[in-house]
DNA sequence: TGGACCGATACCCGGGGGGTATCGCTGCCC
DNA sequence: GGGCAGCGATACCCCCCGGGTATCGGTCCA
């Protein structure tokens, strides 16, 4: 299976028509289609169901689709990581590290300051993105090492290590009537009147149905919260950090939130590995 | 990058001789010098050495043999998972597990039971292999699921379910003079004389050097034990299935084996969540 | 110094990937 | 109900590129 043959597949199967991918793909219509026969053929499989009016993915398909797309990853990963490389060996070497934006603010510069300070550390970028993104930048190659939150980031199909677990508080508006309390508890917070919970897209980029505001951000969550319309349970380390027109609350019963440092488990450089320790000592 | 030139890449890099790498990919010499040579000038990459009599990697080329290998696995998975499932929609659902011979003899009829009473089970091939395959399997699709062992074999770049824990014994002759005591320390039994621990082939294939025997799986460690040529630590499981001719002696200090259920994080599926539901079940 | 070895180059051929034009089917709407 | 719009499949053509053979150029060794 050729990755041309499989980007023409998930294109389709993303778009469930044929033009639209052809579109996406910047080729005409009929070689497309045929391609897709020729893949159908080869793998001996029907991948689509076509009735002339709307186009479905079979049982198989939808297999290929999830699989087709890991593999995709993979291969950009190795086209990425072989360019950098060669930068590399060019004197500039480098690591990209991605963490979710607003998060770990406390740690990041710890880090990124005990890992200079050890002998032969490289150059480390730092990528900042939305919730969700990090596993993706990690599989395809754009990043090379992420500090990911659990339980809300998905570690799977990395390796990983644990830097430190802290509790969560509730973020409310400086002024709002609980702000006084010592601590809470999930069922105090999760109904609040006038402050409902916000809805971060999931992994399609789709909105989840709800009561809350849409958020895609740190910056944009907090400046709702402080304009009085949600509000959010974070890991506690976000306090030191927070606005004066925020105030913060301890949530005795909330998940404790682990912080760990990953990487795609068969890209282990030197550098990396010099990072990781340098962030375990921590 | 295509991935025919990552395939003709893995060759050459693997060989680092092109007539060789030639003759393996069933093609001639010339076309593979200039696929080599337009995926050097697609990436803007040296990634091979050439000085007319010998062949090596460049940094960058050593980066896209171990990244090329993954994405070529992630490729093969995609197919055969989507030929799997076309044959499971034509009625023949289907999971393939894997472990080591020899290993889990007590667990796994277990879990198969315990699975094949569930409401919707379907078939569950199981594949034995030898030591360090399980994960190039479970990678490249000839396998959904594996029982691995911690600390043994790696677990990177998978999902896993913790199942069981168990300390570790020393296999011995019957007739040995240990065979008596009623446990010993690591520290009695690595240099056991004329009872060295066999030498295991690494990820290459290849030995490493040593006093021990060379063994490549249980049933010939066995042999090799009974005939009195060597002697092993193995998880205490296996003395239930121990031959008469052998002893095992509990090992204090021996670091504690985890069996661990593991599959591909994003190959999830309905057969293979029953599956994981029942081993954490039991 | 000549021959063996090995990768690169030159040159040719055929298949297939890409294009345009068009067909055939199916809802939909006036 | 017939015409039309939308969509995937088919027909047909071109030319690029992957593969082949023959040969070159450099290097090590006998």
Redesign the interface.
């Known amino acids: ?4 043959e ?1 980007r023409y597949f998930v294109a389709v199967a993303e778009e469930l028509h044929f033009g639209r991918a052809a579109e996406r793909l910047g080729i005409a219509q009929p070689p497309l289609s045929r391609a897709i026969q020729q893949l159908e053929r080869r ?5 689509l169901k076509r009735n002339s009016r709307a186009v479905t993915l ?3 398909g939808s ?2 689709l ?6 995709l ?3 950009d ?3 990425r ?3 950098r ?2 930068l ?2 060019t004197g500039h070497p480098d690591l990209v590290l991605v963490t979710k934006a607003g998060a770990s603010s406390e740690l990041l510069p710890k880090l990124l300051d005990a890992y200079a300070a050890e002998p032969g550390a490289v150059t480390v970028d730092v990528l900042l993105c939305g919730p969700g993104e990090q596993e993706r930048l990690l599989r395809d ?1 754009r990043a090379d090492v992420a500090l990911l939150h659990r339980p809300f980031d ?1 570690t ?4 990983t290590e644990e830097l430190c677990t802290e509790g969560q508080v509730v973020v409310l508006p400086a002024g709002y009537h609980l702000t006084g309390r010592a601590h809470l508890r999930m069922a105090d917070v999760t109904a609040l009147p006038g402050l409902p919970m916000p809805r971060w897209p999931g992994a399609d980029g789709a909105y989840p149905d709800g009561p809350g505001p849409e958020v895609r951000d740190h910056a944009q969550l907090l400046q709702l919260i402080a304009l009085g319309r949600a509000s959010a349970v974070l890991p506690e380390s976000c306090r030191a950090h927070l606005r004066g027109d925020l105030a913060a609350v301890p949530v005795l019963d909330a998940p404790a939130v682990t912080t760990v440092i990953a990487w ?4 282990r450089s030197r550098a990396l590995a010099g990072l990781v320790r340098a962030a375990t000592r921590l």
């Open positions: 299976m050729e990755t041309r499989l793998l001996g499989v029907a991948l079979t049982e198989a297999v290929l999830r699989e087709g797309r890991a593999a990853d993979a291969v990963a190795a086209d990581r072989t360019r490389a060669a590399a060996a190659g998905s799977a199909g990395f390796d795609p488990p068969h890209s």
